[in-house]
């Protein structure tokens, strides 16, 4: 058994307790140690910093003092909020690491590839962990196979709600940007990204590849008076003619669970309950499986990965074109955020924290995953009718800047 790699974690709080998870079962395995961790608010979590004090990780409050003092470092992996994703995998780059990076890698296209061109020896896995799961390996065998015929449509739809302590949470939520850097919060990219994600996987040539849209029209709207936006719906084909159509949202009071039809030209395969149940012309299949399960598959596969034991992780950045092009084309196309006006929503008090409930919004979700339409051409007054983008290039930047400041008409409240 080789001696294990030295490992250290950026972010150790919200999501980072989960890669604290992962990388205590790779401890026990004997492939890795983790060595030190960087996060200026550690002393939020007293209980963590003190477990990692019984264990001699040090701690550094500067993720960039880790990379300088910790000269044995071999790997990282980055749990800290999107808008610094960018120059902390730079950073990890400049230093020579191996990379598992969070999703979404980084909010633009540009910032996308400069990681990639930054990237020379492949380095870098993002934390996309979703397409390692038993249910999308499993369609994409039938896809690959030829089970389903050719492939011809990919729809996903979601209502995951989400409440003020959602927004409060952190500085960054429901953001577009924080200060200088971009963020593009949101359901399409952040919570709900790994379904845009896996259209791209599934519309992929072969078992492991991705493929990128080459045409999107995107609709973004806001109940909730944030910078960024609550309700989304995106439809666009890649150029194999294969068509996708998703709409995800925060602002529901109903909870759907995400749901996606795959439509072959011989078959069709059905993924409901948020992965939970795959059902399918091939049969149905129980698919339960949990995040943190999840998780230490995508690490275990990153660490094999790191130690030459496969030969790609599930998820480079480069494979993360196809998101990237499709939320950046998604926002050009929206032309920005459009405010859903009050007559549209309801907002319920709970306890303290407070829901918007888009009126109608569950329900037309739930029919656009039979009949995929955008919420413009399904009579809700405040949709606005979005122009198709056809032309976005690797490098291609989005001016968030420009879409940002259009006038809103409501006064947006800091989180
Ligand atoms: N893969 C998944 O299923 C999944 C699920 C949830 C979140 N995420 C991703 O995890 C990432 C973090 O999200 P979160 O909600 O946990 O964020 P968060 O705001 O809770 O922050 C996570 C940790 O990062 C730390 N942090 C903040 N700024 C930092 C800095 N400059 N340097 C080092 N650490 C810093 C915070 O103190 C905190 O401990 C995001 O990319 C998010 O999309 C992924």
Same mark, same amino acid.
């Given at each position: 058994?080789?001696?294990?790699?030295?490992?250290?974690?950026?972010?150790?709080?919200?999501?980072?307790?989960?890669?604290?998870?992962?990388?205590?079962?790779?401890?026990? #395995?004997?492939?890795?140690?983790?060595?030190?961790?960087?996060?200026?608010?550690?002393?939020?979590?007293?209980?963590?910093?003190?477990?990692?004090?019984?264990?001699?990780?040090?701690?550094?409050?500067?993720?960039?003092?880790?990379? #300088?003092?910790?000269?044995?470092?071999?790997?990282?992996?980055?749990?800290?909020?999107?808008?610094?994703?960018?120059?902390?995998?730079?950073?990890c780059?400049?230093?020579?690491?191996?990379?598992?990076?969070?999703?979404?890698?980084?909010?633009?296209?540009?910032?996308?590839e400069?990681?990639?061109?930054?990237?020379?020896?492949?380095?870098?896995?993002?934390?996309f962990?979703?397409?390692?799961?038993?249910?999308?390996?499993?369609?994409?065998?039938?896809?690959?196979s030829?089970?389903l015929?050719?492939?011809? !449509?990919?729809?996903v739809?979601?209502?995951?709600?989400?409440?003020?302590?959602?927004?409060?949470?952190?500085?960054?939520?429901?953001?577009?940007?924080?200060? !200088?850097?971009?963020?593009?919060?949101?359901?399409?990219?952040?919570?709900?990204?790994?379904?845009?994600?896996?259209?791209?996987?599934?519309?992929?040539?072969?078992?492991?590849?991705?493929?990128?849209?080459?045409?999107?029209?995107?609709?973004?709207?806001?109940a909730?008076?944030?910078?960024?936006?609550?309700?989304?719906?995106?439809?666009?084909?890649?150029?194999?003619?294969?068509?996708?159509?998703?709409?995800?949202t925060?602002?529901?009071?109903?909870?759907?669970?995400?749901?996606?039809?795959?439509?072959?030209t011989?078959?069709?395969?059905?993924?409901?309950?948020?992965?939970?149940?795959l !059902?399918?012309?091939?049969?149905?299949?129980?698919?339960? !499986?949990?995040?943190?399960?999840?998780?230490?598959?995508?690490?275990?596969?990153?660490?094999?990965?790191?130690?030459?034991?496969?030969?790609?992780?599930?998820?480079?950045?480069?494979?993360?074109?196809?998101?990237?092009?499709?939320?950046?084309?998604?926002?050009?196309?929206?032309?920005g955020?459009?405010?859903?006006?009050?007559?549209?929503?309801?907002?319920?008090?709970?306890?303290?924290?407070?829901?918007?409930?888009?009126?109608?919004?569950?329900?037309?979700?739930?029919?656009?995953?039979?009949?995929?339409?955008?919420?413009?051409?399904l009579?809700?007054?405040?949709?606005?009718?979005?122009?198709?983008?056809?032309?976005?290039?690797?490098?291609?930047?989005?001016?968030?800047?420009?879409?940002?400041?259009?006038?809103?008409?409501?006064?947006?409240?800091?989180?």
């Amino acid at each position: 058994m080789k001696a294990p790699l030295e490992f250290g974690l950026i972010g150790v709080g919200g999501f980072g307790e989960r890669h604290l998870e992962a990388i205590r079962a790779l401890e026990q #395995t004997g492939e890795v140690k983790l060595v030190a961790v960087g996060d200026p608010q550690l002393q939020r979590f007293p209980e963590l910093a003190a477990d990692l004090r019984a264990r001699s990780v040090r701690a550094y409050d500067d993720y960039r003092d880790m990379l #300088t003092r910790e000269s044995g470092l071999q790997v990282v992996s980055i749990a800290a909020p999107i808008p610094f994703h960018f120059e902390m995998a730079r950073k990890c780059l400049e230093h020579d690491l191996f990379v598992y990076l969070e999703k979404p890698p980084a909010p633009l296209v540009e910032q996308l590839e400069e990681l990639i061109r930054a990237d020379v020896r492949c380095r870098v896995a993002v934390g996309f962990q979703m397409v390692e799961s038993i249910w999308s390996q499993q369609i994409k065998r039938w896809i690959v196979s030829g089970k389903l015929g050719d492939l011809r !449509e990919v729809r996903v739809g979601a209502c995951w709600p989400r409440g003020d302590g959602y927004y409060r949470r952190a500085s960054w939520a429901g953001r577009m940007t924080l200060g !200088e850097r971009p963020v593009f919060d949101g359901p399409a990219t952040n919570a709900l990204a790994h379904l845009v994600h896996n259209i791209m996987f599934f519309a992929g040539a072969g078992q492991e590849f991705f493929d990128q849209p080459n045409r999107i029209q995107g609709e973004l709207y806001r109940a909730r008076p944030i910078e960024s936006y609550d309700v989304a719906c995106l439809r666009g084909h890649f150029p194999s003619g294969i068509f996708f159509y998703a709409a995800l949202t925060h602002a529901t009071q109903e909870y759907l669970p995400y749901q996606m039809e795959i439509i072959g030209t011989k078959g069709w395969a059905r993924v409901s309950k948020d992965g939970a149940l795959l !059902e399918s012309s091939e049969g149905p299949r129980n698919c339960v !499986e949990s995040i943190e399960g999840l998780l230490l598959k995508s690490f275990t596969a990153f660490i094999d990965y790191v130690r030459g034991r496969r030969h790609r992780p599930p998820t480079l950045l480069r494979d993360v074109r196809g998101y990237s092009f499709a939320t950046n084309a998604m926002l050009q196309s929206s032309g920005g955020m459009h405010d859903i006006e009050e007559a549209g929503y309801r907002r319920i008090e709970n306890n303290h924290d407070s829901l918007y409930a888009v009126h109608g919004l569950h329900d037309a979700i739930v029919g656009a995953l039979r009949k995929p339409q955008l919420f413009s051409e399904l009579n809700f007054p405040w949709a606005v009718e979005t122009p198709l983008i056809t032309t976005m290039f690797a490098g291609e930047s989005v001016n968030l800047m420009a879409i940002k400041s259009r006038p809103s008409a409501k006064p947006v409240v800091a989180c």
